[in-house]
C-alpha cells in the first residue's frame, strides 16, 4: 500500500495525517518499552495535578502492584473470517446470526453465519451487495460511510455517510426481514454541514431506550477553532440522541427526556463536550455507554456514562477546553466536567483510541464486564475494567499491526476486529498447549 493510501485510510478515523503519525513514530522509537504493565505509557511532565479530578492513569507509576485480573491472564488469538476494501464497521441485527460490513466507499455487505445440526459454525463472506450508496458518499480526507446500525427490530437500517457536499448524512433504508435494503427507501433523518472534511463522527448506536445514537465530531480543524464543542447551540461536538420516527413537520422526533428540551440548546442534544467520538456503544449487560473521544495532539480518553447517572444526560466532556485531564491550550475546565475513567498518551506511536465494547459474550468468561478498545495506529487491544480499582491490560494476542478502524461484537456478543487494510478478525480463545 502506498503512502498516499496509507493516509486516506490513516485519516478515516480523525488522527493526525500520515506525516505527522510518522513523526510521531519516529521521535518515540528509540524510547524503552514500557516495563509498567499498563501497556501505555506516561506522558505526565507537564501536569497540572490542581486540574485533575476523577481516576487518572497517565501516570509513570508502575501498576504491578495492583491484583492482576484473571482476563490479564487470556491467551487470545484472531482468525480472518474475511476480507473487504476499507471496511469501517461491523454491526449485528436482531432475529440474524451475520455481521454487516459498512465499507468506508459506500457499500454494505453481509457475513453469512450458519450453524449445522452438530451447532457447527459455518461462515461465508458473502459477496452479494446489502446497499450500495457510492454514488452519494464524498471520499476525501476522513469521509466516506462512516457506520450503519439497526433498529432494535431489525427492520430498519441506518447509515452514517458524508454526502457529496461534505456534510454528515445519518439516513435509513427499508430492509424488513430482507438481507438487501430497499436502495430506493432513503429517508433522510439528519444532516449537519461540516466546515472542514475531518472530525465528522458518524458513529451510530441503538439505545436500549430504541432511540439512536449519533456521535458528531467538532467539524474539524485543529483545536476546534469555533468553539463547537462548548457550544450547544450546534451539533457538532456533540452525541445527539432521536426517536427516528417521522411526523408531518420532522423527520424525527425529540426524546422527552433530552436535556435541552427546555432550551440551553439544541433539543437533539444528548451530551457535549467531544472531539470526534469515533465509536461508542452501549454495554449490553448495564446499558452503560461508553465512549471513546480521539484526541487532539497528546491524549486518547476512554469515558463511560452510566446508566444509573441517566448515561450522562447533559454531560460535558471538556473538549475544547481540555483533552482529557489536562488543559487544552490554556483552556478553563468547564464548571460541571464529566472526565475521562481512563487517558493514555501518543507515546510509543500510538495516535487515536478506538472505542470498542464491554464484552459480554460466551467463549470468553473471565473477560465478562471488561471494556476491550484498542489504538488505531498500534493496531494494540486493551482490556480496561473499572471499579474499586481501574485496570488496564493490553490482550495478549498476536493482533496483526495494522489500523484498527472498529471492533464490533456479533449477536451473541463475540469481539470482532475491523482492520483498515481489509481484514475481519474474530477473536477467540487460543487453543491450549500440550505438554510432550
Ligand atoms: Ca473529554
Given amino acids: 500500500m502506498g503512502a498516499a493510501a496509507t493516509a486516506m485510510l490513516t485519516s478515516a478515523c480523525g488522527i493526525p495525517s500520515f506525516e505527522e503519525r510518522q513523526a510521531a513514530i519516529d521521535a518515540t522509537e528509540t524510547e524503552e518499552p514500557t516495563e509498567n504493565g499498563s501497556g501505555v505509557e506516561a506522558d505526565n511532565s507537564d501536569r497540572d495535578q490542581e486540574q485533575v479530578s ?16 484473571t482476563w490479564s491472564e487470556l491467551s487470545l488469538e484472531t ?65 466516506g460511510l ?59 448506536a441503538i439505545g436500549a431506550d430504541g432511540f439512536l445514537y449519533i456521535g458528531v465530531g467538532d467539524g474539524g480543524g485543529s483545536g476546534d477553532p469555533d468553539g463547537n464543542g462548548q457550544n450547544t447551540d450546534t451539533l457538532l461536538g456533540s452525541i445527539l440522541r432521536i426517536d427516528p420516527i417521522a411526523t408531518e413537520t420532522s423527520p424525527y422526533l425529540i426524546p422527552d427526556g433530552n436535556p435541552f428540551v427546555d432550551g440551553g440548546g439544541a433539543p437533539e442534544i444528548f451530551l457535549y463536550g467531544v472531539r470526534n467520538p ?14 471513546a473521544d480521539v484526541g487532539q495532539n497528546q491524549f486518547e480518553e476512554v469515558n463511560r456514562l452510566a446508566a444509573s447517572q441517566d448515561f450522562g444526560k447533559g454531560a460535558n466532556l471538556g473538549w475544547n477546553q481540555l483533552e482529557a485531564f489536562e488543559r487544552f491550550d490554556g483552556g478553563t475546565p468547564p464548571a460541571s466536567t464529566t472526565y475521562p475513567v ?24 473471565s473477560l465478562d464486564g471488561v471494556y476491550v478498545f484498542g489504538d488505531y495506529c498500534t493496531g494494540e487491544v486493551f482490556g480496561l475494567a473499572v471499579g474499586n480499582e481501574t485496570v488496564l491490560r493490553p490482550l495478549s494476542f498476536e493482533a496483526p499491526r495494522d489500523e484498527l478502524v472498529s471492533i464490533g461484537t456479533g449477536p451473541d456478543g463475540e469481539l ?19 505438554e510432550e
Fill in 278 to 291: 469515533w465509536r461508542f456503544s452501549f454495554d449490553a449487560g448495564t446499558d452503560d455507554m461508553w465512549i
Fill in 416 to 434: 470482532y476486529l475491523v482492520l483498515a487494510g481489509g481484514e475481519i478478525r474474530r477473536v477467540q480463545a487460543a487453543p491450549a498447549v500440550i
Fill in 54 to 69: 476523577g481516576p487518572v492513569l497517565i501516570d509513570d507509576e508502575p501498576t504491578d502492584d495492583l491484583d492482576d485480573p
Fill in 79 to 143: 482468525v480472518v473470517i474475511a476480507q473487504y476494501d476499507e471496511p469501517v464497521s461491523l454491526k449485528s441485527r436482531s432475529g440474524s446470526a451475520d455481521l454487516w460490513i459498512a465499507q468506508r466507499n459506500g457499500i454494505v455487505r453481509r457475513i453469512q453465519r450458519t450453524f449445522n445440526k452438530d451447532g457447527i459454525e459455518r461462515i461465508s463472506a458473502d459477496t452479494s451487495v446489502v446497499l450500495d450508496i457510492s454514488e452519494l458518499v464524498s471520499l476525501a480526507g476522513e469521509q
Fill in 342 to 365: 481512563f487517558a493514555y498518551s501518543h507515546a510509543n506511536g500510538r495516535c487515536s483510541v478506538t472505542g470498542g465494547h464491554v464484552y459480554r459474550g460466551a467463549l470468553l468468561p
Fill in 146 to 204: 462512516l457506520d450503519i446500525e439497526f433498529s432494535l427490530d431489525g427492520r430498519v437500517l441506518f447509515v452514517s455517510y458524508t454526502d457529496l457536499e461534505g456534510a454528515l448524512v445519518v439516513a435509513e433504508f427499508d430492509i424488513a426481514r430482507s438481507s438487501r435494503a430497499n436502495a430506493g427507501s432513503q429517508r433522510e433523518l439528519v444532516r449537519i454541514p461540516q466546515p472542514a472534511n475531518n472530525h465528522n463522527g458518524g458513529s451510530l
